[in-house]
């Protein structure tokens, strides 16, 4: 299969990008292009803000998931669904990117949260941007320094506009579910309908595979390698010329989906943004459990 450039980067290779940056920076040469994102965010806390200030990689800026990588409308839209476009690209002059820069985004939890930013930012057409592979633990794991400071950011003047990746809505997640590979990258329990902790509805999308994506991280907290991730997805059903969709609860895990199957040099699939939680408040839209 052919592979780009890998959508991760390591902690070791994310110090000596922002030692080069410090050193161009204080020599006076140049504004530092490499911008390092903070996504940190958990379903039911403890709040991201208050994490990055007890500690960050340096440089970083803090970004709110839920109020800059998230817009609002009606339940049928889902949890989290795309911010308008006007309001991202306002949202990401404020971390001060501009065209042509670098971009790192990272958090706690392996990247699940870091890669709605990853997904936006690619479907906005701001190609430079990579994942911190293991997040913040890999970067302390490796020795990296954390400050508390919050940097001063002058505002950027990117130039976004969506449309850079497929996605799909709700007729079209079911197409795919049809006639396709739909995978479901939330825990296998939700899936089945066991349990369903904040949707009103318990179980599927009718046609789905169940995909957790926790099952593309190693125990260490980094993505798999890449053929052990694209074997993974083969098993699946998925391969580079297989019609591919991929959803969650809310669009965010499905963004990590996405990540890996990228990072095992798979086209990057469809995604659903409203997810499950935009389906099962649609009574109209069938709701399959079990496996």
């Known amino acids: 299969m052919t592979m780009r ?21 204080r020599a006076g040469r140049r504004r530092s292009s490499l911008r390092v994102l903070d996504v940190r965010w958990k379903l039911g806390g403890p709040p991201g803000p208050d994490e990055f200030a007890k500690g960050h990689i340096p440089s970083a800026v803090y970004v709110d998931l839920d109020t800059e990588l998230a817009g609002h409308g009606l339940p049928t839209d889902g949890r989290h669904p795309l911010p308008a476009i006007a309001d991202f690209q ?16 990272y958090d706690d939890v392996s990247g699940t949260s870091a890669a709605r930013a990853w997904w936006l930012l690619r479907h906005a057409g701001f190609e430079n941007v990579r994942v911190l592979d293991g997040g913040l633990s890999a970067w302390i794991a490796a020795g990296g320094a954390l400050e508390t400071e919050q940097t001063v950011i002058a505002p950027g003047t990117v130039h ?21 590979v739909l995978l479901d990258a939330r825990a296998g329990e939700r899936f089945r ?9 318990a179980g599927h999308i009718p046609g789905a595979v169940s995909a957790p994506t926790a099952d593309t991280i190693a125990p ?3 993505m798999l390698p890449p053929d052990a991730l694209a074997a993974r997805f083969a098993a699946l059903g998925v391969d580079a010329d297989a019609r591919t969709g991929v959803y969650c609860g809310s669009g965010v895990t499905a963004a990590h989906a996405a990540l890996a199957m990228e990072a095992a040099g798979l086209p990057i699939p469809a995604l659903y943004p409203g997810s499950f939680s935009a389906w099962s408040n649609d009574p109209a839209r069938p709701v399959a459990v079990g496996a």
Not at 11 to 17: Q, S, T
Not at 94 to 103: F, I, M, P, Q, R
Not at 160 to 180: F, R
Not at 193 to 201: I, L, M, N, S
């Open 193 to 201: 309908g066991e349990v369903e902790p904040v949707d009103p509805r």
């Open 160 to 180: 976004l506009a969506y449309g850079q990746l497929p996605m799909l809505d709700a007729d079209a997640a079911a197409a795919v579910a049809a006639h396709g």
């Open 90 to 105: 306002a949202a990401a002059r404020g971390w001060g990117l501009n065209d042509g820069d670098a971009v790192v985004v």
């Open 5 to 25: 450039n890998s959508p991760l980067i390591t902690a070791a290779a994310l110090d000596v990008a922002l030692g080069a940056e410090s050193l161009w920076s």
């Open 220 to 222: 260490d907290g980094r």
